[in-house]
């Protein structure tokens, strides 16, 4: 039990806080409900899966030695959003009526797949638990932590999901669902800028000049 609560202490604020996935869960959730937004979840969730078992299985010692891949990866990422981004703000303005924009398994499997941060949370669980999940479980360690991080992944989502939905009911009239949308573009923007901001390869450019 206290290995679980040190776990949770690091990785609950890591899933919970803002970012690439979580501000799309958020926009899905009120443009579609939580129902509707599940196909996206299950993409999401569904690579992260595969990326822990990738990860705790042995790559995250090839990732070690060639960052650049992360690093394009993060760009792609950026690119992603801001193109998702323009879709909600494109509907949420010209669409009179019905859901701002409904993104699908194979949106989440995308935006999953080129979510640097996602790899790198991914990396930053199994070096520093590994260890201590070997001691307390033995042979079963990379198999606790992965169903422990899925099952931590799919109730925040679920959360953000629920927010998003929330917010939505509580704007009430078209006009205010609109401004929402913008809101939300201007959020999903926000991240992919500071993705790009953040990555060595724009930084380098930027240096460069």
């Not at 303005?93 to 935006?111: R, S």
């Not at 573009?185 to 930084?203: C, E, G, K, T, Y």
Request: some cysteine; overall charge positive.
């Amino acid at each position: 039990m206290s290995f679980l609560l040190l776990w949770l202490g690091v990785m609950f604020p890591l899933v919970f806080s803002p970012g690439p996935a979580n501000i799309v869960f958020a926009a899905s959730g009120a443009s579609v409900g939580v129902r509707r937004s599940i196909p996206l979840l299950l993409g999401i969730d569904f690579v992260f899966v595969i990326k822990s078992l990738l990860i705790g299985l042995g790559l995250g010692a090839l990732i070690h030695e060639h960052p650049m891949v992360l690093q394009l990866l993060q760009v792609a990422g950026a690119c992603y959003i801001m193109y998702l981004a323009k879709g909600f703000l494109k509907t949420s303005l010209h669409q009179a009526n019905g859901p701002l924009k409904h993104l699908g398994f194979t949106d989440g499997v995308l935006i999953q797949l080129l979510n640097s941060k996602g790899w790198l949370l991914v990396l930053l669980m199994f070096s520093l638990f590994s260890e201590k999940a070997q001691h307390e479980f033995g042979d079963h360690a990379v198999w606790v932590l992965i169903v422990w991080l899925a099952v931590l992944n799919i109730s925040m989502h679920f959360v953000w999901i629920w927010a998003g939905g929330l917010l939505a009911k509580l704007s009430g009239n078209r006009k205010n669902q609109k401004i929402q949308g913008f809101i939300y573009f201007s959020l999903m923007m926000v991240v992919a800028i500071w993705l790009l901001v953040d990555n060595p390869l724009w930084q380098h450019l930027v240096s460069s000049v």
